[in-house]
């Protein structure tokens, strides 16, 4: 049951509902009435932010504009040595209709590559992206995903993220939200020193709605995950979290860590959060942490007495309390891109 299964059907009974409960806080089935036919074309005129000449130069650029791939001749996305660096720009415009992408990911042994996704769109779409990751024995994956969709599409993003011994796959997620939209990664981890960097921001406001969705599975001794997600929700938008870490039996020794922390700035905006542990191994190292407020009055106060007007004071507050997330993402012009966009988005100086 998923957006791409109903849209390929047209079977509006095949759309996650709030009877599902990893989706009841964003229901599909209750706000889709009929299904648009599945559209492919090359065409969109809409740009990306990672792009060639923008704060970093990628060894590789793959395209994916209203469904339709250029750049991979129908295989899989292989990193190598001569390509670490690839940008992946996925680019929706246009209104009621269907698009659906699978594409495979494949980093072979020893290798180390950066993945700079972006998805952006214009108009009432609705969009289903999967990508089937798979990091083999010594190598290493950054995945920064920004996600600028209109303030009318549905999107879902999904990830299933398979890791071999000794790999290491780092992630961080930015998003302004949609009418309807959800983010998921799920992570298949061996332990065998294999470690995990899961990290998230959103920041919406108008109606937008946003859920950050990650699953973590540990199976094997001797692995790592830590995460951290921030977000900010304002007017009337709505921000979910949901991280559940599984320690399988037998997986002796993980060491896992989960925080998401939320600002509300309005009575009518909303926040769900669900953070889960279920542990069923000994001798483990397992936490989480989960904290939603207001801006700190008193450093508006301070802010303003010293001449700065009350809404800049409030956005560079924001700023500095997601600047934690965007300052683990270890690719310095990704890093950059990241922060001038949270800037952008809260109408913060860059």
């Not at 994956?141 to 209109?150: A, G, K, Q, Y």
């Not at 959800?182 to 937008?208: C, F, S, W």
């Not at 002796?252 to 600002?263: K, N, Y």
Request: net charge negative; hydrophobic share 40%.
């Amino acid at each position: 049951m998923s957006l791409a299964s109903a849209l390929k059907t047209g079977d509006v009974t095949e759309l996650p509902s709030r009877r599902d409960e990893d989706w009841r806080w964003t229901d599909l089935r209750g706000l889709i009435r009929t299904l648009p036919k599945v559209y492919q074309h090359a065409g969109t005129g809409v740009e990306g932010p990672f792009r060639d000449g923008v704060a970093f130069s990628a060894s590789r650029t793959v395209s994916v504009a209203n469904g339709y791939v250029d750049g991979l001749g129908g295989g899989a996305l292989v990193f190598d040595v001569h390509d670490p660096v690839v940008a992946l720009n996925v680019r929706s415009a246009g209104d009621q209709i269907g698009l659906v992408t699978a594409l495979k990911v494949r980093v072979p042994a020893g290798v180390s590559g950066v993945l700079l996704e972006s998805h952006v769109g214009e108009g009432g779409y609705l969009a289903d992206f999967r990508l089937d990751i798979t990091v083999e024995d010594g190598a290493a994956l950054e995945r920064i995903v920004l996600v600028d969709d209109d303030a009318q599409a549905v999107n879902v993003v999904t990830a299933e993220v398979d890791l071999a011994p000794g790999a290491a796959y780092a992630q961080t997620v930015l998003t302004s939200g949609a009418r309807r939209q959800r983010i998921e990664t799920r992570v298949n981890h061996p332990g065998a020193h294999a470690q995990v960097r899961l990290d998230g921001v959103y920041l919406l406001d108008g109606q937008r709605h946003a859920d950050q969705t990650t699953v973590v599975t540990h199976a094997g001794v001797d692995g790592i995950t830590s995460q951290l997600t921030k977000g900010m929700v304002n007017d009337q938008a709505r921000g979910v979290f949901q991280g559940r870490i599984v320690v399988s039996p037998g997986a002796d020794q993980t060491d896992a860590r989960m925080g998401h922390h939320a600002l509300i700035l309005s009575d009518k905006a909303e926040i769900d959060a669900k953070p889960e542990l279920l542990i069923f191994a000994d001798d483990v190292s397992c936490a989480h942490g989960n904290t939603i407020g207001a801006l700190d009055e008193e450093a508006i106060f301070y802010a303003r007495q010293r001449g700065i007007p009350e809404l800049e004071a409030k956005a560079m507050l924001t700023v500095a309390f997601v600047g934690e997330v965007v300052e683990r993402i270890e690719h310095e012009g990704a890093r950059e891109i990241a922060a001038a966009w949270v800037a952008r988005k809260l109408g913060s100086p860059e």
